[in-house]
């Protein structure tokens, strides 16, 4: 079952493309890389599918729903950039997230946040910003979503803290949930990937199951990516 569906999407800003007739689906149960250089659009499609843009023609579907109040729900979504309030402590995000969101799971939070170690009486102003990444993770991967949609993890964080972020991901996502990863790291990324999507200058250029395509051109998705987006 498709839990996403992005179907002849086009976005444009001051009568620019930015996105330009993507599609793509997401089933039930697999981890998406959305790979592409900056600027190559990802993140506005990730603003998309999250209600954050609206898109200029196409339609996306989210659990077979049109995007809505209902659709909220299904997805939890970590954004490139910190959106946490700096005079919060952890333990008032929290509070907050369990208020907001009814799939906000408080004891799953706390544990993770033992696992990395964090204090919950921590104020976000006093952390760096690699445990403030950590943070919002933690918030994410605590709400219990169908589609969980993670832009750029792994950028704040030292190849170590990278490599437990993926083991915490794969033990936290459950049942059928699926999720999408854009990342610039794909070679730290690409061992836990089920399908990958190559995005270019606004344009779908390569898609497909990440085992088929290294059997098929016999090399790494991070080869794969190195080639097709070469400048």
């Known amino acids: 079952m498709e839990i996403l569906e992005v179907k002849n999407v086009s976005k444009s800003f001051d009568g620019k493309k930015i996105i330009d007739?993507?599609?793509?689906?997401?089933?039930?149960?697999?981890?998406?890389?959305?790979?592409?250089?900056?600027?190559?659009?990802?993140?506005?499609?990730?603003?998309?599918?999250?209600?954050?843009?609206?898109?200029?023609?196409?339609?996306?579907?989210?659990?077979?729903?049109?995007i809505g109040v209902e659709t909220k729900e299904v997805i939890s979504f970590l954004p490139e950039r910190t959106y946490l309030e700096p005079d919060y402590t952890v333990e008032e995000v929290f509070t907050y997230f369990e208020e907001f969101y009814k799939n906000f799971d408080r004891q799953k939070a706390e544990?993770?946040?033992?696992?990395?170690?964090?204090?919950?009486?921590?104020?976000?102003?006093?952390?760096?910003?690699?445990?403030?990444?950590k943070v919002q993770l933690i918030l994410v991967m605590s709400r219990r979503a169908k589609l969980?949609?993670?832009?750029?993890?792994?950028?704040?964080?030292?190849?170590?803290?990278r490599n437990y972020i993926l083991k915490t991901i794969?033990?936290?996502?459950?049942?059928?949930?699926?999720?999408?990863?854009?990342?610039h790291l794909v070679s730290d990324?690409?061992?836990?990937?089920?399908?990958?999507?190559?995005?270019?200058?606004?344009?779908l250029i390569l898609s497909g199951n990440a085992d088929e395509l290294r059997e098929r051109e016999k090399c790494s998705i991070n080869e794969i990516f190195m080639r097709e987006l070469s400048c």
């Open 21 to 66: 007739d993507v599609s793509f689906c997401v089933e039930s149960g697999k981890i998406v890389g959305l790979l592409g250089k900056n600027g190559c659009g990802k993140t506005t499609i990730l603003k998309m599918i999250n209600d954050l843009l609206t898109i200029d023609s196409g339609e996306i579907l989210i659990d077979g729903k049109h």
């Open 189 to 203: 990324i690409e061992k836990i990937l089920d399908e990958v999507i190559f995005i270019d200058k606004g344009k």
């Open 170 to 183: 794969l033990s936290n996502l459950e049942g059928d949930a699926s999720m999408i990863i854009t990342t």
């Open 148 to 161: 969980y949609i993670l832009d750029e993890p792994l950028g704040g964080v030292d190849p170590a803290t």
């Open 111 to 133: 544990k993770l946040l033992k696992d990395f170690d964090l204090d919950i009486k921590s104020r976000l102003s006093k952390m760096s910003k690699g445990m403030k990444e």
